[in-house]
Every structure is written in structure tokens, then in C-alpha cells.
């Protein structure tokens, strides 16, 4: 999923992937650290809640899309 065409408007997961892949390509050391609730307040059965889900994993596949390719396994 791109997050581009995606709709949303945080810009923080676009900003991440490229920061990583403009490292990744320095080939410089880098550490990044990002905090996301394990369980976010509210009842996780709701439809706003299960929106803030999948946005929040969505924005954890964009991330992984755009710099795993880069990263030799």
C-alpha cells in the first residue's frame, strides 16, 4: 500500500522510511526507535479503534515496503 495514495494525512511514517532509506544507502549507522502502544486506550472491538489499528499497521507495511527491499539478507 502506498502511503501517497493511501488518503491519510500522517506524514511521520513517510518521513521514517525515508530517513532509513537515505541511511541505508549512506551506509551509515543509524538507530531508530519507534513506540506504539501495545494496546491503545478504548475498547478494541469498536470501529474507531479498529481504524486506529489498521492505520497504524498500515503505516508499519509502508515502512517495511519501501526499505526492505534495500537491506541484503
Known amino acids: 500500500m ?3 495514495m493511501s488518503g491519510a494525512d500522517n506524514l511521520i511514517p ?4 525515508l530517513k532509513i532509506t537515505s541511511k541505508i544507502r ?3 549507522r543509524f538507530a ?3 513506540v506504539l502502544p ?3 486506550e478504548g475498547d478494541p472491538k ?3 479503534m479498529q ?5 497504524q499497521v498500515s503505516d508499519c507495511v509502508y ?7 534495500m537491506m541484503k539478507i
Open 2 to 4: 502506498c502511503l501517497l
Open 14 to 17: 513517510m518521513e521514517l522510511a
Open 26 to 28: 549512506a551506509k551509515e
Open 32 to 34: 531508530v526507535y519507534v
Open 38 to 40: 501495545m494496546w491503545p
Open 46 to 48: 469498536t470501529g474507531a
Open 51 to 55: 481504524e486506529i489499528l489498521f492505520w
Open 63 to 69: 515502512c517495511f515496503e519501501v526499505y526492505f527491499p
